[in-house]
């Protein structure tokens, strides 16, 4: 299962992804895996049963690092049962061809792995390709 959460920056996205982590928590079966930029104060918060990334100390900074460094989280740990990402824009751009690049990676990689991911996305729905609009609210 994909799903993006859409919407202009301050509408409440972090939150809902939040709230959807800490969810996953008592559910799952596998990991669970929340990748954001940078370093935030809101992070603390969260389960130290969930595995927090921040690309910003990985150097990942475009759709195809990007896409490379969740291929290999799966890649070394094919158990990943939930990946949470918020602020995709943030890390690789804003540009529609660059999410749908990364976009095809999720899809590819939910196919392989039964991979749930939930993706915030600082864009409106409309604004995003058509092909990934069914994943969005």
Do not use: H
């Amino acid at each position: 299962m994909i799903r993006l959460i859409c919407g202009p920056k301050g509408t409440g996205k972090t939150k809902i992804i939040l709230e959807e982590i800490a969810r996953s928590v008592d559910v799952a079966k596998g990991d669970i895996v929340f990748i954001t930029d940078k370093k935030k104060d809101y992070a603390r918060g969260i389960s130290f049963n969930v595995r927090v990334l921040y690309t910003d100390d990985f150097g990942v900074d475009c759709p195809i690092a990007f896409g490379g460094f969740v291929k290999g989280l799966m890649a070394g740990n094919s158990d990943i049962e939930y990946l949470y990402v918020d602020g995709l824009t943030k890390i690789i751009g804003d540009d529609c061809s660059a999410i749908a690049d990364f976009l095809k990676t999720i899809v590819a990689l939910e196919k392989e792995y039964n991979l749930n991911a939930v993706i915030t996305v600082s864009k409106l729905k409309e604004e995003l390709p058509e092909e990934y609009r069914a994943f969005t609210e």
